[in-house]
């Protein structure tokens, strides 16, 4: 019996070891939907990044974007977005898309846009398209939790879960008030 009951003891204290485990490191693998993971490449880059393994259980604002429209000059304001919420845990990220025939005609060009004209340090991906049957799953999925982008520069604020929470049209800003206090609410 005593050995019974040490073999008892054993195993509840692995199990107790377990969970405390999974309270330190809550974001397993599984609890990630299936369509944040993806691999993507950096833009302009050799560097892939996963959306689950690096910026798993983070809200989320993602965005197609475009070199040459309009809205281009929206990359200042979501830089700001990024400087001023990304350390409280909000990952920014930049799919560039020609779906709008806006884009510029390389991913260099299209990185220079970025990097040097609009000093962007959060994270931009390799292009995608982001409407029609050609959309990549991401923003098919993105789609059918609210709408498909219409323009460039949608904005998809999604929560810790991968559920979005909303949709943001090309014409709201990074500083409107609508957007910043939704930022707000997942922080």
Partial sequence: MAKLLGSLCKSMAALGMLGALMWVFPAAAGECPAYLDQEFRKLHSAERVNLCGDFGGRPMLIINTASFCGFTPQFKGLEALHQKYGPRGLVLLGFPSNDFHQAAASEAESADVCYLNYGVTFTMLSPV????????????????????????????????????????????TPESPTLTASIESLL
């Fill in 129 to 172: 398209s982001v409407t029609g049957a050609n959309a990549h799953p991401l923003f098919k999925e993105l789609a059918r939790q609210s709408k498909p982008p219409r323009w460039n520069f949608n904005k998809y604020l999604v929560n810790s879960s991968g559920q979005v929470i909303q949709h943001f049209g090309s014409s709201v």
